[in-house]
C-alpha cells in the first residue's frame, strides 16, 4: 500500500502562486510514477501534470501548461506542484496520485490522497 498526504493549499489572490506537496509513503514510491488531478464544484475531475518515476518526464494538461512545474524529490518521498499566475479557473480540489506508468488516464492511477483546496479569488 501507499498512502499519499497533500499540502499546501489555501486561498490566493489571482496571478499568485501556490505550491503544492505530497509526501508518499508505505511501498517504494520511488518506482511509481505520481501525478495531480484536480476536480472543481460541479466539474469532472480532470489530469493537470505527471511525472516519471526518475523524474525524467513530465507531462501537462494545456491549461496550465506554462504556469505549472510538477517536480519530484525521491530521497524525501514527495512531489510538488508549483502553481504560478493562478487563475480563478484553477479553483478547485487538488489530488495527489500515485501509479505504474505516468499518463494522464485517472484510472491508470492505483493510489489517491484525500485532496488539498485550492481557491484563487479574482
Known amino acids: 500500500q501507499v498512502q499519499l498526504v497533500e499540502s499546501g493549499g489555501g486561498m490566493v489572490q489571482a496571478g499568485g502562486s501556490l505550491r503544492l506537496s505530497c509526501a508518499a509513503s508505505g511501498r517504494t514510491v520511488r518506482s511509481y510514477a505520481m501525478g495531480w488531478f484536480r476536480q472543481a464544484p460541479g466539474k469532472e475531475r480532470e489530469f493537470v501534470a505527471a511525472i516519471s518515476w526518475s523524474g525524467g518526464s513530465t507531462y501537462y494538461a494545456d491549461s496550465v501548461k506554462g504556469r505549472f512545474t510538477i517536480s519530484r524529490d525521491n530521497a524525501k518521498n514527495t512531489v510538488y506542484l508549483q502553481m504560478n499566475s493562478l487563475k480563478p479557473e484553477d479553483t478547485a480540489v487538488y489530488y495527489c496520485?500515485?501509479?505504474?506508468?505516468?499518463?494522464?488516464?485517472?484510472?491508470?492511477?492505483?493510489?489517491w490522497g484525500q485532496g488539498t483546496q485550492v481557491t484563487v479569488s479574482s
Open positions: 496520485v500515485a501509479g505504474g506508468i505516468v499518463t494522464m488516464f485517472q484510472w491508470k492511477y492505483d493510489y
